[in-house]
Protein backbone atom coordinates (compact mmCIF):
# COMPACT_ATOMS: atom_id res chain seq x y z
CA UNK A 1 0.00 0.00 0.00
CA UNK A 2 1.59 3.81 -1.05
CA UNK A 3 0.58 5.87 1.66
CA UNK A 4 0.67 10.04 1.22
CA UNK A 5 -1.12 12.25 3.63
CA UNK A 6 -2.50 13.85 0.88
CA UNK A 7 -3.59 12.42 -2.42
CA UNK A 8 -4.98 14.71 -5.96
CA UNK A 9 -6.96 12.64 -8.36
CA UNK A 10 -6.52 14.83 -11.66
CA UNK A 11 -3.67 16.74 -12.59
CA UNK A 12 -5.69 19.45 -14.88
CA UNK A 13 -5.48 23.09 -13.89
CA UNK A 14 -7.96 22.30 -10.41
CA UNK A 15 -5.13 19.59 -9.24
CA UNK A 16 -2.14 21.01 -10.26
CA UNK A 17 -2.74 24.20 -8.42
CA UNK A 18 -3.64 22.33 -5.18
CA UNK A 19 -0.83 20.28 -5.68
CA UNK A 20 1.30 23.58 -6.13
CA UNK A 21 0.20 25.14 -3.00
CA UNK A 22 0.29 22.11 -1.22
CA UNK A 23 4.10 21.16 -2.04
CA UNK A 24 5.75 24.57 -1.68
CA UNK A 25 4.89 24.56 1.99
CA UNK A 26 6.27 20.80 1.95
CA UNK A 27 3.36 18.69 2.16
CA UNK A 28 3.44 15.05 1.21
CA UNK A 29 1.51 15.30 -2.00
CA UNK A 30 0.79 12.57 -4.74
CA UNK A 31 -0.66 13.29 -7.92
CA UNK A 32 -2.71 10.88 -9.67
CA UNK A 33 -3.92 10.53 -13.48
CA UNK A 34 -5.14 8.15 -15.93
CA UNK A 35 -3.24 9.98 -18.82
CA UNK A 36 0.23 11.09 -19.22
CA UNK A 37 1.13 14.64 -19.89
CA UNK A 38 0.96 16.59 -22.28
CA UNK A 39 -2.14 15.27 -23.01
CA UNK A 40 -4.26 16.63 -25.47
CA UNK A 41 -7.70 18.03 -23.49
CA UNK A 42 -11.06 19.77 -25.22
CA UNK A 43 -11.22 23.30 -24.39
CA UNK A 44 -11.49 26.77 -25.90
CA UNK A 45 -8.17 27.89 -23.74
CA UNK A 46 -9.11 31.25 -22.70
CA UNK A 47 -7.90 32.56 -19.37
CA UNK A 48 -8.40 35.06 -17.58
CA UNK A 49 -6.51 38.23 -15.61
CA UNK A 50 -7.36 36.36 -12.52
CA UNK A 51 -5.99 33.22 -13.51
CA UNK A 52 -2.74 35.30 -14.00
CA UNK A 53 -2.90 36.47 -10.55
CA UNK A 54 -3.91 33.70 -8.83
CA UNK A 55 -0.94 31.51 -9.98
CA UNK A 56 1.78 34.13 -9.32
CA UNK A 57 3.11 33.66 -12.91
CA UNK A 58 4.52 37.08 -15.56
CA UNK A 59 3.11 35.45 -18.99
CA UNK A 60 6.51 36.96 -19.93
CA UNK A 61 8.10 33.48 -18.60
CA UNK A 62 5.62 31.53 -19.41
CA UNK A 63 7.31 28.87 -22.41
CA UNK A 64 3.85 28.03 -23.95
CA UNK A 65 2.07 29.79 -26.58
CA UNK A 66 0.39 32.64 -24.88
CA UNK A 67 -1.58 35.37 -26.82
CA UNK A 68 -3.43 38.67 -25.15
CA UNK A 69 -6.32 40.44 -26.70
CA UNK A 70 -7.28 43.61 -25.61
CA UNK A 71 -10.67 43.43 -26.57
CA UNK A 72 -13.33 40.48 -27.46
CA UNK A 73 -15.56 41.02 -30.40
CA UNK A 74 -19.08 40.39 -29.37
CA UNK A 75 -21.75 39.18 -31.29
CA UNK A 76 -25.49 39.49 -30.21
CA UNK A 77 -28.48 38.85 -32.87
CA UNK A 78 -26.17 40.19 -35.98
CA UNK A 79 -24.93 43.01 -34.04
CA UNK A 80 -21.69 43.60 -33.03
CA UNK A 81 -19.53 45.56 -30.11
CA UNK A 82 -16.21 45.47 -28.92
CA UNK A 83 -15.53 45.02 -24.81
CA UNK A 84 -12.76 46.22 -23.85
CA UNK A 85 -11.26 43.93 -21.45
CA UNK A 86 -7.78 42.22 -21.59
CA UNK A 87 -8.10 38.20 -21.92
CA UNK A 88 -5.41 35.77 -23.27
CA UNK A 89 -5.70 32.51 -25.05
CA UNK A 90 -3.30 29.28 -24.28
CA UNK A 91 -3.06 25.79 -25.69
CA UNK A 92 -4.44 23.50 -23.22
CA UNK A 93 -1.94 20.69 -23.69
CA UNK A 94 1.31 22.99 -23.02
CA UNK A 95 -0.86 24.78 -20.06
CA UNK A 96 -1.65 22.20 -17.87
CA UNK A 97 2.02 20.08 -18.14
CA UNK A 98 3.21 23.56 -17.35
CA UNK A 99 1.07 24.00 -14.34
CA UNK A 100 1.75 20.16 -12.99
CA UNK A 101 5.45 20.20 -14.15
CA UNK A 102 5.65 23.61 -12.08
CA UNK A 103 4.09 22.32 -8.88
CA UNK A 104 7.07 19.81 -8.65
CA UNK A 105 4.84 16.96 -6.80
CA UNK A 106 5.18 13.48 -7.51
CA UNK A 107 2.78 11.98 -10.46
CA UNK A 108 2.15 8.70 -10.99
CA UNK A 109 0.15 6.97 -13.95
CA UNK A 110 -3.38 5.41 -12.25
CA UNK A 111 -6.79 5.11 -13.92
CA UNK A 112 -8.87 5.58 -10.12
CA UNK A 113 -11.76 2.80 -9.69
CA UNK A 114 -12.89 3.13 -6.58
CA UNK A 115 -12.60 5.40 -3.70
CA UNK A 116 -13.30 4.72 0.13
CA UNK A 117 -13.43 5.78 3.09
CA UNK A 118 -10.80 4.05 5.53
CA UNK A 119 -10.88 5.75 8.69
CA UNK A 120 -10.04 8.99 9.11
CA UNK A 121 -8.16 8.79 5.58
CA UNK A 122 -9.37 7.39 2.68
CA UNK A 123 -8.03 4.06 0.15
CA UNK A 124 -7.97 4.20 -3.51
CA UNK A 125 -8.05 0.66 -5.18
CA UNK A 126 -6.44 -1.20 -2.75
CA UNK A 127 -3.13 0.67 -3.85
CA UNK A 128 -3.11 3.73 -2.21
CA UNK A 129 -3.60 5.31 1.40
CA UNK A 130 -4.18 8.73 2.06
CA UNK A 131 -5.30 11.46 4.97
CA UNK A 132 -6.75 13.70 2.71
CA UNK A 133 -8.11 13.54 -0.50
CA UNK A 134 -9.08 15.64 -3.52
CA UNK A 135 -11.02 15.21 -6.27
CA UNK A 136 -9.80 16.84 -9.16
CA UNK A 137 -11.06 14.36 -12.03
CA UNK A 138 -12.86 16.51 -13.87
CA UNK A 139 -16.79 15.96 -14.71
CA UNK A 140 -16.45 12.21 -14.54
CA UNK A 141 -14.19 12.88 -11.20
CA UNK A 142 -14.34 8.97 -9.14
CA UNK A 143 -14.12 10.89 -6.47
CA UNK A 144 -17.15 13.24 -6.52
CA UNK A 145 -18.98 10.04 -7.99
CA UNK A 146 -17.88 7.78 -4.99
CA UNK A 147 -18.03 9.82 -2.04
CA UNK A 148 -20.75 12.87 -2.94
CA UNK A 149 -22.49 12.23 -6.02
CA UNK A 150 -25.82 10.44 -4.00
CA UNK A 151 -25.79 13.14 -1.49
CA UNK A 152 -25.42 15.53 -3.74
CA UNK A 153 -26.52 15.06 -7.59
CA UNK A 154 -25.65 17.09 -10.02
CA UNK A 155 -28.87 19.51 -11.82
CA UNK A 156 -29.36 18.03 -14.90
CA UNK A 157 -30.58 21.50 -16.25
CA UNK A 158 -26.36 22.91 -15.31
CA UNK A 159 -25.43 20.82 -17.54
CA UNK A 160 -23.19 22.06 -20.64
CA UNK A 161 -22.56 20.60 -24.00
CA UNK A 162 -19.91 21.47 -26.81
CA UNK A 163 -18.23 21.18 -29.43
CA UNK A 164 -15.07 22.11 -30.40
CA UNK A 165 -12.09 21.78 -32.41
CA UNK A 166 -8.32 23.27 -32.34
CA UNK A 167 -6.17 22.92 -35.31
CA UNK A 168 -2.80 24.70 -36.91
CA UNK A 169 -4.62 28.24 -38.92
CA UNK A 170 -2.83 30.96 -40.52
CA UNK A 171 -5.41 33.22 -39.20
CA UNK A 172 -5.58 36.72 -40.29
CA UNK A 173 -8.27 38.42 -37.89
CA UNK A 174 -6.42 37.90 -34.59
CA UNK A 175 -9.40 38.85 -32.52
CA UNK A 176 -11.59 36.91 -30.46
CA UNK A 177 -15.40 36.65 -31.25
CA UNK A 178 -18.05 35.71 -29.51
CA UNK A 179 -21.44 34.79 -30.49
CA UNK A 180 -24.53 34.61 -28.19
CA UNK A 181 -27.59 32.70 -28.69
CA UNK A 182 -26.85 32.51 -32.47
CA UNK A 183 -29.53 30.71 -34.21
CA UNK A 184 -31.51 30.39 -31.00
CA UNK A 185 -28.10 28.49 -29.10
CA UNK A 186 -28.91 28.12 -25.53
CA UNK A 187 -25.19 28.70 -25.04
CA UNK A 188 -22.33 30.99 -27.30
CA UNK A 189 -19.68 30.23 -30.13
CA UNK A 190 -16.65 31.04 -30.60
CA UNK A 191 -13.16 31.73 -32.23
CA UNK A 192 -10.29 31.95 -30.03
CA UNK A 193 -7.10 32.46 -32.25
CA UNK A 194 -3.35 30.96 -30.53
CA UNK A 195 -0.16 32.59 -30.71
CA UNK A 196 1.85 30.66 -33.51
CA UNK A 197 -1.13 29.96 -35.65
CA UNK A 198 -3.31 27.80 -33.80
CA UNK A 199 -6.92 28.20 -33.74
CA UNK A 200 -9.55 27.41 -31.70
CA UNK A 201 -13.38 27.51 -32.74
CA UNK A 202 -16.80 26.06 -30.90
CA UNK A 203 -20.08 25.96 -29.44
CA UNK A 204 -21.28 25.17 -26.16
CA UNK A 205 -25.12 25.59 -25.06
CA UNK A 206 -26.86 23.71 -22.31
CA UNK A 207 -27.96 19.50 -22.93
CA UNK A 208 -31.36 20.41 -21.06
CA UNK A 209 -32.73 23.23 -22.81
CA UNK A 210 -31.49 21.70 -26.37
CA UNK A 211 -33.45 18.27 -25.70
CA UNK A 212 -36.51 20.19 -24.80
CA UNK A 213 -36.61 21.81 -28.18
CA UNK A 214 -35.47 18.68 -29.92
CA UNK A 215 -32.62 20.23 -31.01
CA UNK A 216 -28.91 18.92 -31.14
CA UNK A 217 -25.63 20.98 -30.90
CA UNK A 218 -24.42 20.03 -33.83
CA UNK A 219 -26.40 22.11 -35.95
CA UNK A 220 -25.35 24.61 -33.94
CA UNK A 221 -21.87 23.62 -34.93
CA UNK A 222 -22.69 23.19 -38.64
CA UNK A 223 -23.76 26.88 -38.24
CA UNK A 224 -20.70 28.76 -36.92
CA UNK A 225 -18.27 27.01 -39.66
CA UNK A 226 -20.81 28.30 -42.34
CA UNK A 227 -20.69 32.02 -40.60
CA UNK A 228 -17.12 31.63 -40.23
CA UNK A 229 -16.80 30.77 -44.18
CA UNK A 230 -19.05 33.36 -44.96
CA UNK A 231 -17.40 35.79 -42.93
CA UNK A 232 -13.71 35.01 -43.98
CA UNK A 233 -12.75 33.81 -40.76
CA UNK A 234 -12.14 30.50 -42.53
CA UNK A 235 -11.02 29.52 -45.75
CA UNK A 236 -12.25 25.93 -45.85
CA UNK A 237 -14.53 23.61 -43.40
CA UNK A 238 -12.35 22.30 -40.86
CA UNK A 239 -11.97 18.54 -39.79
CA UNK A 240 -14.70 17.26 -37.69
CA UNK A 241 -14.61 18.36 -33.94
CA UNK A 242 -14.69 16.55 -30.58
CA UNK A 243 -17.08 16.81 -27.84
CA UNK A 244 -17.81 16.89 -23.90
CA UNK A 245 -19.94 18.40 -21.10
CA UNK A 246 -19.36 19.82 -17.96
CA UNK A 247 -21.50 21.90 -14.84
CA UNK A 248 -22.55 25.38 -14.37
CA UNK A 249 -21.83 26.50 -11.03
CA UNK A 250 -24.83 25.49 -8.52
CA UNK A 251 -24.63 21.51 -8.04
CA UNK A 252 -22.23 20.81 -5.53
CA UNK A 253 -22.38 23.25 -2.19
CA UNK A 254 -21.02 21.03 0.26
CA UNK A 255 -17.45 20.52 -1.34
CA UNK A 256 -15.94 19.04 1.73
CA UNK A 257 -17.03 15.33 3.16
CA UNK A 258 -14.27 14.93 5.97
CA UNK A 259 -10.91 14.65 4.29
CA UNK A 260 -12.23 14.74 0.86
CA UNK A 261 -13.10 17.43 -1.44
CA UNK A 262 -13.95 18.06 -4.92
CA UNK A 263 -12.54 20.98 -6.87
CA UNK A 264 -12.90 22.68 -10.51
CA UNK A 265 -15.20 20.69 -12.90
CA UNK A 266 -15.89 17.77 -10.06
CA UNK A 267 -17.59 20.28 -8.37
CA UNK A 268 -19.30 21.99 -11.40
CA UNK A 269 -17.91 25.67 -11.48
CA UNK A 270 -18.15 26.98 -14.74
CA UNK A 271 -19.38 30.24 -14.59
CA UNK A 272 -23.28 30.88 -15.09
CA UNK A 273 -22.91 33.48 -17.73
CA UNK A 274 -19.70 32.99 -19.90
CA UNK A 275 -19.46 28.93 -18.66
CA UNK A 276 -15.71 29.75 -18.15
CA UNK A 277 -14.05 26.68 -15.93
CA UNK A 278 -10.41 26.99 -15.71
CA UNK A 279 -10.29 30.35 -13.42
CA UNK A 280 -12.95 28.78 -10.59
CA UNK A 281 -10.62 25.61 -11.26
CA UNK A 282 -7.53 27.57 -10.25
CA UNK A 283 -9.17 29.35 -7.26
CA UNK A 284 -10.81 25.98 -5.80
CA UNK A 285 -7.54 24.06 -5.86
CA UNK A 286 -5.85 26.85 -4.04
CA UNK A 287 -8.65 27.18 -1.84
CA UNK A 288 -8.48 23.21 -1.24
CA UNK A 289 -4.60 23.78 -0.66
CA UNK A 290 -5.44 26.37 2.55
CA UNK A 291 -8.22 24.22 3.80
CA UNK A 292 -5.76 21.37 4.01
CA UNK A 293 -2.44 23.33 5.09
CA UNK A 294 -4.04 25.90 7.39
CA UNK A 295 -7.66 24.45 8.40
CA UNK A 296 -9.56 26.97 6.50
CA UNK A 297 -13.21 27.06 5.87
CA UNK A 298 -13.40 25.10 2.54
CA UNK A 299 -16.01 26.51 0.54
CA UNK A 300 -17.28 28.72 -2.67
CA UNK A 301 -17.71 31.90 -1.69
CA UNK A 302 -15.65 34.45 -3.28
CA UNK A 303 -15.32 32.05 -6.39
CA UNK A 304 -17.58 33.85 -8.59
CA UNK A 305 -20.34 32.18 -10.77
CA UNK A 306 -20.28 34.58 -12.99
CA UNK A 307 -17.48 35.72 -15.49
CA UNK A 308 -19.40 39.30 -16.01
CA UNK A 309 -19.43 42.37 -14.23
CA UNK A 310 -22.42 43.44 -15.39
CA UNK A 311 -25.34 42.22 -13.45
CA UNK A 312 -27.81 42.95 -16.65
CA UNK A 313 -25.45 41.10 -19.11
CA UNK A 314 -24.61 37.94 -16.51
CA UNK A 315 -28.31 37.82 -15.25
CA UNK A 316 -29.96 38.07 -18.90
CA UNK A 317 -27.62 35.50 -20.01
CA UNK A 318 -28.32 32.98 -17.13
CA UNK A 319 -32.13 33.42 -17.98
CA UNK A 320 -31.85 32.82 -21.83
CA UNK A 321 -29.31 29.99 -21.10
CA UNK A 322 -31.48 28.02 -18.27
CA UNK A 323 -34.91 29.44 -18.57
Known amino acids: MIEREVIVVGGGPAGASAAWALNRRGMDCLVLDRETFPREKLCAGWITPE ?3 DLEFDPADYPGRFLTFDELRIHVKGLGFPLRTPQHSIRRFEFDRWLLERSAAPVAQHNVRHVEPDGEGYRIDDKYRCRYLVGAGGTRCPVY ?22 FP ?11 FLAGGLPGYAWYVPKADGYLNIGVGGMADKLKRRDDEIRRHWDGL ?28 ERPRLG ?27 LR ?13 DGIGAYTSANRWVR ?8 G
Not at 169 to 179: E, I, K, V
Request: net charge neutral; charged share 20%.
Open 169 to 179: FAWRDGACHLW
Open 288 to 300: AARAILDGQPFDF
Open 259 to 285: NAFVVGDAAGLATRDMCEGIGPAVQSG
Open 225 to 252: VQRLLAGGLLDAPPAQPGGYSYFLRGGT
Open 145 to 166: RDLFRAAQPRPKALQAVTLELE
Open 315 to 322: RGLEYLYL
Open 51 to 53: VVR
